[in-house]
């Protein structure tokens, strides 16, 4: 049997490695440091952290914690390293960002079934199972065999992605269903302003302040159709309200009249527990994105599940191109992980290379696939990057949001996480995958 190639040293595909290594076949680990650096890499290990040494909370009945804990039934070595070199952060798990690197090299390094080769790989392999983990930073001719993959051609660009927020957090009190002129019935919901709530928001939303590029992320070029909605709003006080938040065609059932401004909701996702604010891609700091989108009747206590960014990437239209398996659904052969895939985050990359990992074993053996259910927090996380009825795909981190909803529905905030990670970790003890 031929070899597994991995290509990509980064958490996915360290993770990716280690996977196919214990599962006693021969693995071939291709990454181009230290021989060569990304502009956002310096250090010559391997699962460099880049901009941060938190991998966020540790307890279950949070998003990130019950994802930590589902990889640590799934025999993560990246969470091993992270527990051996934690330092104190509070209930988050952080780390010694050297120390962590050199502890994961050292493990890659020092395992029977994996072989690491220094070099930059240019192509996508004409053959044999193959984990693609190149990371957002992807260039060449690699780059460029993986955008033919795209019907548009291409796959490094500037986005500007909008806020998501979950359906359970919006103040139905002041929000609507209902789609312009009647069209699409209860697609969007609506978040209706009166004059002075528009005005109000206008405002801040003019003066707040914008997050800035890094230096790989220039020069800054922005399509008109993805242009920021604070770019936008700087152009008059009435742009957005011709644009976005046009209100014609919509009724306001609490008053019988059209709102001054509308807001609309479009659903994220099938089961409809995510949405997405329309028009607003944004570039606004994380802190300011929460302080002014929140002035927005009915999303005064929204939950914002991914906020609006603004930056250079690479991913694939994972939807339509990737199976459940992460496999690409016109070369099952070809594997892809991290951020590549449509994950966001350290600890999403790194699980969703175990399940590449897995898969890619799968795949040479000849053996079902590892899909996991859509109530555990890889599962449904895989499954909404793997889900053709997504459209306008941004990329994903770990949130409640994405997990089917329990029945009957638990008010209180914490119990209901509580809940759905018992549900997912009960599912894990039952199976003991």
């Given at each position: 049997m031929d070899k597994i190639t991995v290509i990509g040293g980064g958490l996915a595909g360290c993770e990716a490695a280690w996977q196919i290594g214990e599962s006693g076949l021969s693995v071939t680990l291709i990454e181009m440091k230290p021989g060569r650096y990304t502009p956002a890499h310096h250090n010559p290990h391997l699962a460099e952290l880049v901009c941060s040494n938190s991998l966020k909370a540790n307890r279950t009945d949070s998003a990130a914690g019950l994802l930590k804990e589902e990889m640590r039934r799934l025999g993560s070595v990246c969470l091993s390293v992270a527990d051996q070199c934690s330092v104190a952060a509070g209930g988050a798990l952080a780390v010694d960002r050297e120390q962590f690197a050199a502890m994961v090299t050292e493990k890659i390094d020092g395992h029977p079934h994996i072989t690491r080769h220094c070099e930059t790989a240019e192509h996508l392999p004409k053959r044999g199972v193959c984990v693609i983990a190149t990371g957002p930073l992807t260039d060449g001719g690699l780059a460029d065999d993986i955008a033919a993959l795209s019907d548009n051609g291409t796959l490094s660009f500037f986005d500007a992605a909008a806020p998501i927020v979950t359906a359970d957090s919006v103040d139905m009190e002041k929000a609507f269903f209902a789609a312009r002129y009647e069209k699409g019935g209860d697609d969007y919901l609506n978040c209706p302003m009166n004059r002075q709530e528009y005005t109000d928001f206008h405002h801040e939303l003019i003066h707040a302040e914008s997050a800035p590029l890094h230096d790989f992320d220039t020069p800054f070029r922005v399509y008109e159709g993805c242009m920021p909605i604070e770019v936008l709003a700087k152009r008059g006080e009435d742009s957005i309200r011709f644009g976005p938040l046009k209100p014609v065609g919509l009724v306001d059932p609490r008053?019988?009249?059209?709102?001054?401004?509308?807001?609309?909701?479009?659903?994220?996702?099938k089961t409809g527990t995510l949405y997405n604010l329309v028009g607003f891609q944004t570039n606004l700091k994380f802190g300011e994105q929460k302080r002014v989108f929140s002035m927005i009747p009915g999303l005064e206590h929204a939950e914002f599940v991914r906020y609006g960014v603004m930056h250079r990437n690479t991913f694939l239209d994972s939807p339509r191109l990737l199976a459940p398996d992460l496999s690409l659904r016109q070369n099952p052969d070809l594997f892809f992980a991290g951020q590549l895939s449509g994950v966001e985050g350290y600890m999403e990359s790194a699980a969703s290379g175990i399940l590449a990992g897995r898969n890619a074993v799968a795949r040479a053996k000849g053996s079902a696939p590892v899909v996991l259910p859509d109530f555990t927090m890889i599962g449904a996380l895989l499954g909404y990057i793997t889900d053709p009825s997504v459209t306008n795909f941004q990329p994903m981190g770990a949130n409640f949001g994405i997990l089917p909803p329990l029945t009957p529905?638990?008010?209180?905030?914490?119990?209901?996480?509580?809940?759905?990670?018992?549900?997912?970790?009960?599912?894990?003890?039952?199976?003991?995958i």
């Open positions: 008053t019988g009249h059209r709102p001054w401004a509308a807001v609309q909701l479009r659903r994220e996702n529905h638990i008010r209180d905030k914490r119990e209901r996480y509580a809940a759905l990670a018992r549900r997912s970790l009960d599912w894990f003890e039952q199976e003991r």
